[in-house]
């Protein structure tokens, strides 16, 4: 009789259940703008105090009606040279290319200064 040997296997399969699953980071551009202005495209108001975003089209992918879009209120966590900010996606960003994002101002001012204007952001879905 040939013993076979599992414990490769089993270190494997432990190895990987033991450390935690990656989230997936994206990287773009961040900007800021005046939520208030208009009704997002997840059909609500909201104003320049809120910690909100407005991801970009291409990742939004809103379908016929983008209040019914899966990604409507979801939590997204964004890092720049402040520190990092968890913000509720509201609307989408149409002119914005895949990775950028566009934070309200009060959101804005948690990651970087209002003067900074546009910069270089990494960002998750939480």
Not at 26 to 51: L, N
Not at 102 to 108: E, I, Q, R, T, V
């Amino acid at each position: 009789m040939v013993a076979v040997k599992f414990i490769p296997l089993l270190t494997l399969v432990a190895a990987a259940l033991a450390s935690p699953l990656q989230k997936r980071n994206y990287h773009g551009q961040v900007t800021y703008y005046h939520p208030e202005v208009d009704i997002g495209s997840c059909g609500k108001f909201h104003d320049g105090d809120a910690m909100v975003v407005a991801i970009n089209a291409p990742q939004m992918a809103n379908g016929a009606n983008p209040n019914t879009n899966s990604k409507c209120f979801r939590t997204i966590r964004a890092y720049g040279p402040k520190g990092h900010v968890d913000v509720k996606v509201v609307d989408t960003c149409a002119p914005c290319s895949h990775g950028d994002i566009d934070l309200s101002p009060a959101a804005f001012q948690k990651i970087a200064d209002l003067e900074e204007g546009r910069l270089d952001v990494e960002w998750h879905w939480l």
